[in-house]
Structure formats: structure tokens, C-alpha cells
């Protein structure tokens, strides 16, 4: 192999990205590639342990828009996309799809149905071999004795050149060839190019790609100096969705051997989604004996660049989707997101390198979950599904009926009206072991225009105590919690107000003694002091007693903070960017099994169904969509141990307009259960809580 290093090269209109330059079984597949053992990268993201499970069936078509592929190539030969409907070279259209000739793909910068590498004329090494490099490392052929192994190792690569031997393309070109793969079959297409100037075309047609199920990576560009943030100045295609409601763009940085970012590569919060290896890369490239200038050999390393990152992601993304054909580009974007190992980056660069580095193999172990959703009893022990319990009441416009329900959600254990019949003002509620007798009781408080009246009752609905949490006169509706505060095994009750009610938070025991002072945790200013303030319990800092833990209401920043029970302030963190305002709802649990639980939070009313995962000292762990991302209802939550996973799981309940829809995640944002506890044309929104043993 030749060790060669080139600088990235900036042209006209399209920046040519590339630089040439765990809990999981040890036991892993290692293919007899001549070169695999200087394949780091694959070592790095875990694809042997992958591969254990899975290595490719030979029906995903990943599309290379590029500079060509070398269809002749050893290792990639046995991969090439064969267009079954063409006959080759007769000079006809046989399939109708508008292009002569297209066996393999297409080059729309000569214009014929031969989209190889092209060294006429004036032609830049590295660029000759660049679409090469990337259908290498997506899909060469592995354990076939014989250089090395791409990520997924039976795929189709279709070559789509719209690249010149320059490595100089433009938005009219890309759009030809993303519209090209979406038209011949495409699953998922890599996209290791960038340019400055945002093209609505290029965009809407990147929208219909993903629209028609196709997952679209996108490197996120190289620039000296550390790398740019892309924030301040956009890159496309990696930034096309950026401004829209659903990301359709899984957007690529680059990482070194050390998980630490690369020096050359991009950054930014908006458009960076994950990272995976791209600096030192081996991997396939164009040979020609006629032009042996080109290359000496098969193979080469040290190529470097987001160029490179890309495509171990759109390889993660074909394996995924080679396992589990029913994932959709929103499901394969969760899952690569939920399963990263975490990347360190200082600087301007710090928390923009997307969710982290790109880990296959606890992808592929996420994928099932996503593919094949049941019902919860299918996820807990049949010997003790009797033992679980879902809460569910409306957050408004209905009468205050609690419904509980078995964990299969099929059944209605019991049902009672919380409060007044005629009352319409919704329900909160939570769980939680308030006697300390072993057996959980309801407890709820009303929503807006209801007094402050906490009520407590046992699983069937008969009540136990009651108590009015502040003045008699209050309106403004009241937040709840269950937690044990002291470390005695008996929880206490934590009583919120919402919005109007003077941003109080307030601890009680079952019979509605107070145990400490109110406190307001976000102050007493005159433009805080009515901010809705909604609460949760859970011990974040392992020391057996829990914190408080509020989010803001509507109209404030995401401000997390924790607290002690009498108000000292213990952490703060924002849960989303920072002009979101819509607010945010907290639960708190062991979602992991550690003994330490996490801060779960979910955007009200107006934002997207994203959850979000904290420690207790803010750092970021995991999101994810509870609701298809479209969905502007809000989600609200709660947590419990309703399966057989170690830790707690994550409850969600749709906001208006979703429906009353239940969803039950673990804490690896694992779907395991679904159902709806009402009418599906109910739209008003609810409210969940959970328990089990």
C-alpha cells in the first residue's frame, strides 16, 4: 500500500470533503481480509461484534454520489448494483427510467450509463479515487480473503458520478443523482460532498428522498484551523434539514482513533446529528494499468476527512436496514443516535459533535425494538404482569376520571373520578408507596381552574387522604410527585403550582403535613414568580434521599434545576437550546440500573415529542422521539418498572391533539410497549403514571 497525504480541497460552489492524509460479547466474527487488521476504525465502532449478528443480505442498494466507482475493483466487483431491467450496452433504454445504458448506475457529468472514475484530461489524483474510497469502506466484500472489509459486507453499491475528476460538482447535478437513486431503488444514499449556497431544490429533493424511505448521510466538511462551526455558517446538504420540523439528514463528523475529534473536521448543534472515524482510513481505491500514475495497488490509507466519516455511518445504516427491512429513516436515525459512545471535544467545538461516535454494534442490538413493537406484556415476566399498573387521566376538556390500567394496557383494572364529575379542568397524577405499607397508592391534584386539593387513593379507586397544599383560593392548578425525601422507605408527596400560582414547590407526607418551608426554585422576581413549575422526585446524586427536580412552564428558558428538599439549589442545566420556550415536563428514575436515577424531560404543548436524558449533574445521555416528530402536542411523563429490563422505563402520554396514546421505552429508549386508553379520536391529551415491583 502507498502512504500518501493530500489537503482538503475547496472549489467552486461544492467543497470536495476529504483529506488524504463495551457491555457487548467479547467473542466476535473477524473476517480473513488481508488488511483487516489495519481497519482501526472498525475495531473502533465495534462492527466485529456486529457482525456476530449480522453482515449484510445483499438486498439494500446504498447509492455513492460521487466521483465514480471502480466497478472492476476485487473487493467491491462481487457488491455493484445491477439495474435487472437494462440490457448492457445495446444502446437502449430497456427499463424506461430515462437513461441508456445505466447496469450500474449513472454518470450524470458524462452523461452515459458509465459512472466509473475518469482520469481525462486535467484530473486530481485524489479525487479520481474518492467515490472509490467511500464504496470501500460502506461495502466491500468481507471475509473473502482478499484486502479489506467494508461495514456491511453483502450490499448493492450503485455508482452515481455527479462528481469530475476535479472532485467539482454542483446542487443541479447532486439533484439529478439524489433523484436518480430514489427512482432506481435506493435505501440509503451517502452524500461526502458540501457546498455553501442553500438550493430549495436540492433541499425539496433530499425531503422526497427521505420521504420515500431513504436514510441520507451527509459529511459535514473539513476547514483548517480546527474546523468551522456550521451554526454560524451553514454547510449543505448536511444543514437542508436544519430547518425543518424532521431532520431528514444524518450529518457526519469525523473522529480520531482516540474518539477525540479530528482537527480538521466541522461542527455545530444544529446540523451535526453523529460522529464516526474518518482520519487515517484505509480503504479501497481506482486502479488502472493504463494509467498507473493513478495508484500502484488496490488499496491505500491515510485517507482523512469527513468524506470518510460519512460513510461508516451510511454503512451502520445499511446493515441496520439489511437486519430489519421494516425500520424506517426515522427509526435508523434513532437508533444510530441512541447507541453512541461519547466523543471528547473542547472548545467551540464542545457538545457539537453530534450524539456521539458511531457504535454498529449496539445499533444493531437497539434495531429489534424498532422493528417490532408489541404490546408492554410481551416485554415484562408473565409471572408477574399482574404486579404492573398504568395510570391514566385527560389533561382537560373531559371529566376527572383515572383509569388503571394492566401492563398490557388491554385491560382497565379500575376506574373512578378523582374529583367532581362536573369538574373539566384535568387530572395530574403519580405514584408511589406514601404509608409505606408495601403497595402504591394514586395520588392526583387538579389541573387549571381546580383548587389545590391532593387526593390520595389506593389501585381500585378508593380514597385514602386528602389535603389542600396551599390557599384554599389558589386556581391556578397544581404539578405532583412521589419520592422519599428522607431516606425512611416512605415516600413523601412534592406539590407544584402552574402558571398564576406563584412558582411554589412544597413537600408534604401522606396526611398533608408540611415537612419543609415552600420555596420558589426559580426566585421570586416579578418575572419568574408565576412560572409554572412542574416537578419530579429521584435520587440523582446517590446519597439516598431525592432531589427536586422542576422544569419551567411556557414562556422561559429550559432550565433545569435540582434542588434538596428545603429549596438549596443542587444543579441546573438547560434541557434544550435555549430560545426553546414552550416548556418542559420532568420524571425522574434509575432508567439504567446503577443505583443513581436519571432526569428524564419532554417539551410541552408546541414543541416537538423529543425526550431528552440527563445525570443529575446535567450531562447528556440519550434522546429520542416518543411521537412521530411532526407532532407538536408536547409529551408528558413518568417512569416505573414495567419490565424485565434493570432499570426504570420511561412513560410517555401524548399532549393535545396526539391522542390518548401510551408508549413505554426503556432506559436505552427501546420501544416496548403501545396502546391507547381511550378513543383514538380523543385529541384533548392525558396524563400517565406508572408502578411496578
Known amino acids: 500500500m502507498k502512504h500518501r497525504s ?23 466474527l473477524t473476517p480473513d481480509d488481508e488488511y483487516f487488521n489495519e481497519q482501526w476504525y472498525l475495531q473502533n465502532i465495534e462492527a466485529r461484534d456486529a457482525w456476530d449478528t449480522h453482515t449484510g443480505d445483499g438486498s439494500v442498494v446504498v447509492a455513492v454520489l460521487d466521483t465514480g466507482i471502480d466497478l472492476d475493483h476485487p473487493d467491491l466487483q462481487a457488491n455493484i448494483w ?34 466509473i472514475p475518469n482520469q481525462d484530461g486535467t484530473f486530481d489524483e485524489g479525487a479520481v479515487s474518492h467515490g472509490t474510497v467511500i464504496a470501500g469502506i460502506i461495502g466491500a466484500v468481507g471475509d473473502n480473503d482478499e484486502g479489506i472489509a467494508g461495514i456491511v459486507w453483502d450490499v448493492q453499491l450503485m455508482s452515481v458520478r455527479i462528481l469530475d475528476n476535479q472532485g467539482i460538482g454542483d446542487s443541479n447535478l447532486a439533484r439529478l443523482g439524489v433523484e436518480y437513486a430514489m427512482r432506481n431503488g435506493a435505501d440509503v ?35 483548517d484551523d480546527g474546523g468551522v462551526d456550521i451554526d454560524e455558517s451553514p454547510i449543505y446538504p448536511a444543514c437542508f434539514g436544519e430547518r425543518a420540523d424532521e431532520d431528514w439528514i444524518l450529518g457526519v463528523a469525523a473522529t480520531d482513533q482516540n474518539d477525540v475529534k479530528a482537527e480538521f473536521s466541522n461542527y455545530g448543534a444544529l446540523c451535526t446529528d453523529i460522529s464516526a472515524p474518518g482520519q487515517d482510513i484505509l480503504s479501497a481505491v481506482y486502479q488502472d494499468d493504463d494509467w498507473p500514475a493513478v495508484n500502484e495497488g488496490f488499496y491505500q490509507d491515510s485517507w482523512s476527512g469527513t468524506s470518510m466519516a460519512s460513510p461508516m455511518v451510511a454503512g451502520a445504516a445499511a446493515l441496520l436496514k439489511s437486519a430489519y427491512h421494516s425500520l424506517t429513516p426515522g427509526d435508523i436515525k434513532s437508533i444510530l443516535r441512541l447507541s453512541v459512545d461519547p466523543v471528547t471535544a473542547t472548545g467551540d467545538a464542545a457538545g457539537k459533535m453530534g450524539a456521539g461516535r458511531l ?9 429489534p425494538s424498532f422493528a417490532d413493537v408489541g404490546d408492554i406484556g410481551s416485554s415484562v415476566s408473565s409471572s408477574t404482569s399482574s404486579s404492573y399498573r398504568i395510570a391514566v387521566a385527560p389533561e382537560s376538556g373531559s371529566p ?22 362536573s369538574y373539566t379542568g384535568g387530572v395530574r397524577l403519580t ?34 387522604g386528602q389535603f389542600y397544599a396551599f390557599e384554599v383560593t389558589l386556581r391556578s392548578g397544581l404539578y405532583v410527585a412521589t419520592g422519599d425525601i428522607d431516606g425512611d422507605g416512605i415516600e413523601e408527596i412534592a406539590v407544584s403550582t402552574d402558571a398564576g400560582g406563584g412558582g411554589r414547590v412544597q413537600v408534604f407526607d401522606k396526611g398533608g403535613v408540611p415537612l419543609y418551608d415552600a420555596f420558589r426554585p426559580y426566585g421570586a422576581v416579578a418575572s419568574m414568580s408565576n412560572v409554572s413549575v412542574r416537578v419530579a422526585l429521584g435520587d440523582v446524586d446517590g446519597d439516598g434521599s431525592d432531589e427536586v427536580t422542576v422544569g419551567p412552564g411556557e414562556g422561559h428558558e429550559p432550565r433545569i434545576r435540582i434542588h434538596t428538599a428545603d429549596g438549596t439549589l443542587v444543579s441546573e442545566f438547560l434541557a434544550y437550546a435555549d430560545t426553546y420556550d414552550k416548556g418542559v415536563f420532568v420524571a425522574s428514575g434509575d432508567l439504567d440500573g446503577d443505583g443513581d436515577d436519571e432526569v428524564v424531560t419532554g417539551t410541552d404543548n408546541g414543541g416537538g415529542p423529543q425526550v431528552q436524558i440527563f445525570d443529575g449533574q446535567g450531562t447528556w445521555l440519550g434522546t429520542f422521539f416518543a411521537y412521530d416528530a411532526a407532532f407538536r402536542g408536547g409529551v408528558r411523563l413518568s417512569v416505573g418498572n414495567l419490565s424485565e ?17 401510551i408508549r413505554v421505552y426503556n432506559g436505552y429508549a427501546k420501544l416496548i410497549g403501545t396502546f391507547f386508553s381511550d378513543d383514538q379520536g380523543d385529541r384533548a391529551g392525558i396524563n400517565s403514571a406508572a408502578w411496578g415491583l
Open 189 to 223: 444514499i451517502n452524500l461526502s460532498f458540501t457546498g455553501f449556497d442553500f438550493d430549495e431544490v436540492l433541499r425539496r429533493t433530499i425531503q422526497e428522498a427521505y420521504e420515500a424511505g431513504i436514510v441520507v448521510v451527509a459529511a459535514m466538511g473539513n476547514a
Open 431 to 464: 405514584m408511589g408507596d406514601v404509608d409505606g405499607d408495601g403497595a402504591e397508592e394514586i395520588v392526583t391534584v387538579p389541573g387549571p381552574g381546580g383548587g389545590p386539593q391532593v387526593r390520595v387513593f389506593d389501585l381500585e379507586g378508593n380514597l385514602e
Open 6 to 28: 493530500l489537503h482538503s480541497r475547496f472549489t467552486q460552489g461544492v467543497l470536495f470533503c476529504f483529506l488524504l492524509v463495551s457491555a457487548l460479547p467479547v467473542q466476535a
Open 359 to 367: 457504535n454498529v454494534a449496539t445499533a444493531l442490538a437497539l434495531a
Open 82 to 115: 445491477v439495474n435487472a431491467g437494462e440490457v448492457a450496452l445495446d444502446g437502449v433504454d430497456n427499463d424506461g427510467n430515462g437513461y441508456v445504458d445505466d447496469l450500474n448506475g449513472y454518470d450524470f457529468i458524462d452523461d452515459d450509463g458509465t459512472p
Open 400 to 421: 376527572p376520571t383515572v383509569r388503571v390500567f394492566t401492563n398490557s394496557g388491554s385491560e382497565v383494572f379500575a376506574s373512578f373520578n378523582a374529583y367532581d364529575a
Open 645 to 661: 429490563w434493570p432499570g426504570a422505563s420511561i412513560i410517555t402520554a401524548a399532549g393535545p391533539g396526539g391522542g390518548p396514546h
